[in-house]
């Protein structure tokens, strides 16, 4: 059988009970004995017992069981006002409690609802009083016994201290509340930022190629696109080189595909060393690269593709143990020269590749250029 839990009382209900429950014991000692000196008649005492003894019990019934429990323990305090007010006037403002009464009234209602609140309370206990007055029994007697005024002083140090240790309680939780989230906030950055680390790790990684770590084909496309607009739009020169490495298979054959991976490794390390900074080289296929250089004429571009061309053959490259002699042919395009758009410029230099390659390799040729002159041959 599964039983309901029991419905969360308001922190401001149950402190009010709380704390109307043992000092409204201590006033009722207190009013008691200012009244044994009182005529006053049984009335009182029964108004007495209503008000201090049963009233914080109904009170907090309603509080608790009404929708709306702040509204309900504004009401509450009211109507505590205006009992004190009464009070104070039927006993003929005995200087102790009247102090007690107000400052009870005043001190709750002000912490509940400030200014506004304060204001209420002195109407609230006006009202009281008006009573009192309206029944014509209004009077002066200010003095007070010793017990009466010792019980009163105990009643407002009780209230007090009750007052003091709720706010205490409260501003601990609080302040392990506001640390929870101050946690919860840093856990939360800590979060946000591996995000934001991954996220650029992926978007990274989507145009970098894994092995030599230059950029992509798709990184490729994009770039190409815009920096052909912009050289367009700027009236300045665009040119390109397709390098392909020659008899790059028969390295994987006699030293084995990890050699020929780490080739491709050090080509590219090569080929970085050989271009600006701004230039955007890619891998473009297997054993194919291929270098934007944006603002270089076809003569620049010829002049660097021819430069990469000695590098690569002059250079042995360390790889699986061994030394390799490597070459590339190498074809130019450039824009203006070979038109106006991204295919028409690759598909130039593919074919300015393709006759590098059918005339010997090792060699640049330039799209719609001279014909090309050999470079140093090479060999594994
Ligand atoms: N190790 C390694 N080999 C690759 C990779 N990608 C492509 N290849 C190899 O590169 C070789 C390219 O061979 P081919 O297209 O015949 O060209 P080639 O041997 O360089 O001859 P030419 O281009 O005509 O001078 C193939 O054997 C591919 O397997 C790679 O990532 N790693």
Redesign the pocket.
């Known amino acids: 059988m599964s039983s309901t839990p029991p419905p969360i009382v308001h922190w401001i209900v149950r402190m009010n009970h709380r704390n109307r429950t043992s000092c409204f014991v201590l006033l009722f000692a207190a009013i008691g004995v200012q009244l044994l000196d009182q005529p006053l008649g049984p009335w009182a005492w029964v108004a007495l017992v209503l008000q201090f003894l049963i009233g914080p019990q109904l009170q907090y019934l309603l509080a608790r069981r009404s929708t709306r429990p702040i509204r309900a323990e504004f009401f509450n305090m009211l109507v505590d006002g205006a009992g004190f007010g009464l009070w104070m006037a039927a006993l003929g403002f005995p200087l102790v409690l009247t102090l007690i009464l107000s400052i009870g009234a005043c001190f709750n209602l002000t912490a509940f609802r400030g200014l506004r609140g304060l204001a209420e309370a002195l109407a609230s206990m006006a009202a009281g009083v008006l009573v009192v007055v309206a029944l014509g029994s209004l009077a002066w007697r200010p003095q007070m016994g010793g017990l009466a005024t010792a019980l009163g002083v105990l009643t407002l140090h009780v209230y007090l201290s009750l007052v003091a240790l709720s706010a205490q309680r409260r501003s601990v939780k609080l302040h392990e509340a506001r640390q929870q989230l101050r946690a919860s906030e840093q856990a939360l950055q800590q979060q946000l930022e591996q995000n934001r680390r991954l996220h650029a790790q992926l978007e990274e990684q989507a145009i970098r190629d894994p092995?030599t770590g230059l950029f992509n084909r798709r990184y490729l496309v994009d770039t190409m696109e815009r920096e052909l607009a912009q050289a367009v739009r700027h009236g300045v020169p665009l040119s390109l080189m397709l390098m392909?490495?020659?008899?790059?298979?028969?390295?994987?054959?006699d030293c084995g595909?990890?050699?020929?991976?780490e080739?491709?490794r050090r080509v590219a390390a090569l080929l970085r060393t050989q271009v600006r900074a701004g230039d955007a080289v890619c891998r473009y296929?297997?054993?194919e690269f291929l270098v934007l250089l944006p603002g270089m004429s076809e003569a620049q571009a010829e002049a660097c593709a021819q430069r990469c061309c000695l590098e690569l053959a002059e250079r042995p490259l360390e790889a699986g143990g061994r030394a390799l002699r490597m070459t590339w042919?190498i074809g130019v395009a450039s824009h203006p020269a070979q038109g106006g758009s991204t295919q028409a410029l690759v598909a130039a230099a593919d074919r300015a590749l393709y006759q590098a390659?059918r005339l010997g390799?090792n060699r640049v040729v330039v799209a719609g250029g001279p014909a090309p002159v050999a470079m140093i041959s090479a060999h594994v």
């Open positions: 092995l392909d490495l020659d008899h790059f298979k028969q390295v994987n054959d595909h990890q050699t020929g991976d080739v491709l296929g297997g054993e042919s390659k390799r």
